[in-house]
């Protein structure tokens, strides 16, 4: 069982790392501020969907690795098949959610009158790319996350959130304004 001053002594470091990461990103936001705003505003609405979702899928699967080394049904092996379904599941539930989000945020743009100088398909490809991406990222480092927690003795579920939310944060908007430079825009 955990005291709250262990959840404390290693929590608040991490924390501190996570803070000053997302302070870089947010600059690194910033930065490209003018580009989203004046030439492509619909990715702006795109930053904290891509984020949250791939945030989101990340911790899903990194509180269920936590659960399964805690109650013994997943093993510290990445040839462990309950590890890898589960993977396997962030991927799929990742890919169908970007799917439908990026339909939703083109469709959101249409109506709401916002100027979109991107094709529909591109602005698709985008997303889903960037979305695809950032789940794949983010399942290994969920895992890696859990087993290294774990095996060292630190509760994954301490860990693993704060981890995968900072690392999608930063990935996230890596990810789509480099897809965005792929795409051509």
Partial sequence: MYHWKTI???????LTICVLIEIFVGQLLQQQ?????????????SI???????????????????SGLHIGSVSLT???????????????????????LAIGIY?????TGINMDIHFLNFIGILLA??????????IISVLTAFISFKRGIDPDDV????????????????????IGVGGL
């Fill in 8 to 14: 404390v002594r290693y929590g608040l470091p991490l």
């Fill in 33 to 45: 501020d003018n580009l989203l705003l004046e030439r492509l505003p619909i990715f702006l609405i």
């Fill in 48 to 66: 904290p969907v891509i984020n949250s979702v791939g945030g989101n899928i990340g911790s899903i699967l990194g509180a269920h690795l936590a």
């Fill in 78 to 100: 990445l040839k462990d098949k309950t590890m890898r379904e589960t993977v396997l599941t962030a991927l799929i539930m990742g890919f169908i959610t970007y799917s439908f």
């Fill in 107 to 111: 469709l959101l743009g249409i109506f």
């Fill in 130 to 139: 960037t979305g695809f991406v950032l789940v794949c990222l983010l399942s």
């Fill in 160 to 179: 693993v959130s704060p981890v995968v939310t900072t690392f999608g944060d930063t990935l996230g908007i890596i990810l789509l304004f480099l897809f």
